[in-house]
């Protein structure tokens, strides 16, 4: 008797795909940081500012060079603050006494408005040229040797003309003036002048020196109305 075996047809198993994820930044480098552009341009504009800063300052050290120094000794400089150092130490008192002064008597020109124009000034300097012409001098010679510039002579000026209209408008001498000065300086009369000459000459000396003692007062009155405030001492 035949025995009839059976087959057993295999089973089919449907297989599931298996699913990678991939990161889209799988494919980047781990721990790259791409520079950014603008910081890369701030950087150049940054050392370009500062080149550019150390050329000026070694330019602005060759052409302003006198400004620092005032000369260089074998190699070694001395510096144009020790020179002004020691004038200052010279002089220091007088010179700001001066400057002190000349604000005064400008601020009360100004306050009682008193003008000096060029053509006061010009005035002026034409008698400085002619009395200098007059000994043989030219005025380019003698601010030379003042060590003046025609600048600085314009400052005395303005100075003195603003005096001259604020206490020398009313100057006056007297007979008996001019008498007592001819009789107590008659030796000195310069040979070849006449009496009327000498008695010229007497009243302009009289005046000058009347000018000298109400200008003197009057600086006084204006120190002694001012609020000055000094801060240094010498």
Same mark, same amino acid.
């Given at each position: 008797?035949?025995?009839?075996?059976?087959?057993?047809?295999?089973?089919?198993?449907?297989?599931?795909?298996?699913?990678?994820?991939?990161?889209?930044?799988?494919? *980047?480098?781990?721990?790259?940081?791409?520079?950014?552009?603008?910081?890369?341009?701030?950087?150049?504009?940054?050392?370009? %500012?500062?080149? /550019?800063? /150390?050329?000026?300052?070694? *330019? *602005?050290?060759? =052409?302003?060079?006198?400004?620092?120094?005032?000369?260089?000794?074998? %190699?070694?400089?001395?510096?144009?603050?020790?020179?002004?150092?020691? =004038?200052? $130490?010279?002089?220091?008192?007088?010179?700001?006494?001066?400057?002190?002064?000349?604000?005064?008597?400008?601020? $009360?020109?100004?306050?009682?408005?008193?003008?000096? !124009?060029?053509?006061?000034?010009?005035?002026? !300097?034409?008698?400085? !040229?002619? @009395?200098?012409?007059?000994?043989?001098?030219?005025?380019?010679?003698?601010?030379?040797?003042?060590?003046?510039?025609?600048?600085? *002579? @314009?400052?005395?000026?303005?100075?003195?003309?603003?005096?001259?209209?604020?206490?020398?408008?009313?100057?006056?001498?007297? $007979?008996?003036?001019?008498?007592?000065?001819?009789?107590? @300086?008659?030796?000195?009369?310069?040979?070849?002048? !006449?009496?009327?000459?000498?008695?010229?000459?007497?009243?302009?000396?009289?005046?000058?020196?009347?000018?000298?003692?109400?200008?003197? $007062?009057? /600086?006084?009155?204006?120190? @002694?109305?001012?609020? /000055?405030?000094?801060?240094?001492?010498?």
């Amino acid at each position: 008797m035949a025995v009839k075996t059976k087959t057993k047809t295999p089973r089919k198993t449907s297989k599931k795909p298996v699913s990678v994820s991939v990161s889209k930044t799988s494919s *980047l480098p781990i721990h790259t940081h791409p520079l950014d552009s603008s910081v890369i341009l701030k950087h150049k504009k940054l050392a370009g %500012g500062i080149g /550019i800063a /150390i050329v000026a300052i070694v *330019l *602005l050290a060759v =052409l302003f060079k006198s400004v620092f120094i005032a000369a260089i000794v074998n %190699g070694e400089p001395i510096s144009r603050l020790s020179v002004v150092t020691a =004038l200052e $130490e010279q002089g220091g008192k007088t010179i700001l006494d001066n400057l002190i002064t000349k604000k005064l008597i400008l601020q $009360e020109a100004k306050k009682r408005n008193v003008s000096i !124009t060029q053509n006061d000034i010009d005035s002026e !300097t034409k008698k400085i !040229t002619a @009395n200098l012409q007059a000994q043989g001098s030219t005025l380019d010679q003698a601010l030379a040797s003042q060590g003046m510039t025609s600048a600085d *002579l @314009n400052d005395q000026l303005k100075v003195q003309i603003a005096l001259d209209k604020m206490v020398g408008t009313d100057i006056a001498v007297t $007979e008996k003036e001019i008498d007592d000065f001819v009789a107590a @300086n008659k030796s000195q009369m310069t040979p070849g002048i !006449t009496e009327a000459q000498f008695r010229e000459q007497a009243i302009q000396q009289l005046k000058q020196q009347k000018l000298q003692t109400k200008t003197q $007062e009057f /600086i006084k009155s204006l120190q @002694n109305k001012a609020k /000055i405030f000094r801060f240094v001492s010498y």
